[in-house]
């Protein structure tokens, strides 16, 4: 069934509904930055995995002073149990000995006659275990890797680990008025989608394996939308009703099926979301930031139904200054968030990218537009 002038809501919804998890790969722990896990990841050990001082100093026991009986450096076996009235020389990472009381920082520590004395914390020793118990969870299923979660799954042990395949696209630029190179010739235009949209998937976790450019003729798109073999095709221009915009013609030939056909937005309202033989497309306008909606609306959501990521909830912005709205449908809108809010940038016409290269995201201009002090929606960009 197709949603016809989809809310922008309904779209983003029928999008992520679209998706299905791919399938997982093992991949070794230091290439999985922005990843998403494909298994629950839990600790292979205790961290720390021995008691073991948090500073450079003097592990003690008993009553002060503590006459020196050896040292101790990071890496070395667990030393032989203090007894009462002695200390050895510790480096920041080593195993502190057994019956230890606490660390004296060397700052605080002075010799008096062959003995240590000075202020013992026992708050510079970090306990076997005090971070996390072998077997506890570190991760999810869906969840993102940042660098700080690669150093704890590693120290926790772990080498490589399962996360999900990055959904492959087919791009294919539709548009005989295109330049590919240099400043373009008279009555054409230089190709802004080519390159920036593989960068944008890549930035929600895609990865685009073909760029095709495709010329304004209905048997070139059949073709090419026949031979595609990516999880997801997507396709720039031609999603208009005008005499060379051929896309919903050929989706028709090809047996594709429309999901959704159109959204109430602007810019990117002639956006469509469709299937061909159960593989997904995304057809997103020729207008360069018209596409980037596009982007943000149905295929930002797909991929990250794809990965298993979850969708994140809405976040919301005060508008610093009014912002004019549509009688029929929402707009978003290019800015970013200052202190005061939501500043909306300019030159953001659908054909512009001055004002979305010096934004962050986009704020939900309700129907009828947002008074200054309005709450909105937020999305920002990846």
């Known amino acids: 069934m197709t949603l016809h002038e989809a809310t922008w809501t309904q779209a983003r919804d029928s999008a992520h509904r ?6 997982s790969e093992l991949v070794p722990i230091a290439q999985v930055d922005r990843r998403v896990s494909a298994a629950p990841i839990n600790a292979l050990t205790d961290l720390p995995g021995f008691t073991a001082s948090a500073m450079d100093g003097w592990a003690v026991r008993g009553p002060e002073p503590w006459t020196i009986v050896g040292s101790v450096n990071a890496g070395d076996a667990t030393p032989a149990p203090l007894e009462s009235g002695t200390c050895v020389r510790i480096a920041t990472g080593g195993p502190v000995p057994l019956g230890a009381d606490g660390i004296v920082r060397i700052e605080h520590a002075s010799i008096v006659g062959g003995c240590v004395v000075g202020p013992a914390r026992a708050e510079d020793v970090r306990l076997a275990g005090e971070e996390c118990r072998k077997g506890d969870l570190l991760a999810d299923r869906g969840t ?10 590693a ?35 230089r190709d802004a989608l080519g390159p920036q949209v593989p960068a944008w998937l890549h930035r929600a976790g895609a990865e685009v394996t073909t760029l095709s450019n495709v010329p304004d003729l209905l048997d070139s798109l059949c073709a090419e939308l026949a031979r595609a073999t990516a999880d997801v095709v997507i396709t720039t221009g031609g999603t208009a009703a005008g005499p060379r ?14 999901v959704v056909d159109e959204v109430m937005v602007r810019p ?15 057809a997103l306008p ?14 930002l959501p797909l991929i990250d139904a794809m990965l298993g990521r979850p969708t994140a909830p809405p976040e919301h912005t005060r508008i610093v200054d009014p912002v004019g709205g549509l009688e ?31 934004s962050s995201g986009y704020a939900l ?9 309005d709450r909105v929606t937020w999305l920002a960009l990846p």
């Not at 020729?286 to 295929?299: E, I, M, R, W, Y």
């Not at 201009?365 to 002090?373: D, K, M, Q, S």
């Open 365 to 373: 201009i309700p129907i009828g537009g947002a008074a200054a002090g």
């Open 268 to 282: 990117g309202h002639p956006m469509l979301l469709a299937t061909i033989g159960g593989r997904p497309l995304v």
């Open 328 to 358: 029929d449908r929402e707009r978003l809108v290019p800015g970013r968030i200052t202190e005061a809010g939501f500043e909306s940038a300019a030159h953001s016409g659908p054909a512009m990218m001055r004002g979305l290269a010096s």
């Open 155 to 189: 120290a926790a042990g772990h080498d490589v680990v399962a996360v999900t395949s990055k959904p492959r696209v087919n791009l294919l630029v539709l548009g005989d008025e295109l330049d590919r190179t240099g400043v373009p010739r008279a009555g054409r235009v």
């Open 245 to 258: 915009d051929h896309l919903r013609a050929a989706l028709t030939k090809v047996g594709g099926q429309v």
């Open 144 to 153: 993102t890797f940042s660098p700080a979660l690669i150093g704890l799954v």
């Open 286 to 299: 020729g207008n360069p930031q018209a596409a980037v909606v596009a982007l943000l609306t149905l295929a």
């Open 18 to 23: 679209l998706g299905h998890r791919l399938d």
